[in-house]
């Protein structure tokens, strides 16, 4: 089964989610105070954990793509074994498919 991503409440509810968005009040807060510049609290403190957890789904996004496709290749490989297992039982004589290559040679 795939790995269930976390929504951005139960990310922050995490450890590394607590820490990013600490680190997060607390630039935009240096950058309001201390150096009065609005736009690099943007885009550390906003722009940098967006871009984290957007950066975080997508991957979720592809690892369930990735096992969506194992699990495909895994059924189309069951359907092909299970029907050359049941061609093998009900292959023709080795003799007449010579002689039906001979009557398409002579056509």
């Not at 951005?8 to 509810?13: E, I, Y």
């Not at 950066?55 to 299970?82: C, G, K, P, T, V």
């Amino acid at each position: 089964m795939a790995h269930d991503p976390l929504s951005p409440s139960d990310a922050l509810r995490t450890r590394t989610g607590a820490a990013v968005a600490a680190l997060s009040v607390l630039t935009v807060a240096y950058s309001l105070v201390i150096v009065a510049q609005l736009l690099l609290g943007l885009m550390i403190g906003v722009a940098l954990p967006v871009g984290l957890y957007l950066s975080y789904r997508l991957f979720a996004a592809l690892d369930a793509l990735a096992d969506a496709a194992q699990r495909i290749a895994d059924a189309h490989e069951r359907e092909a074994d299970e029907a050359s297992r049941f061609d093998s039982a009900t292959e023709r004589e080795p003799s007449s498919q010579s002689a039906d290559r001979l009557t398409e040679r002579e056509r």
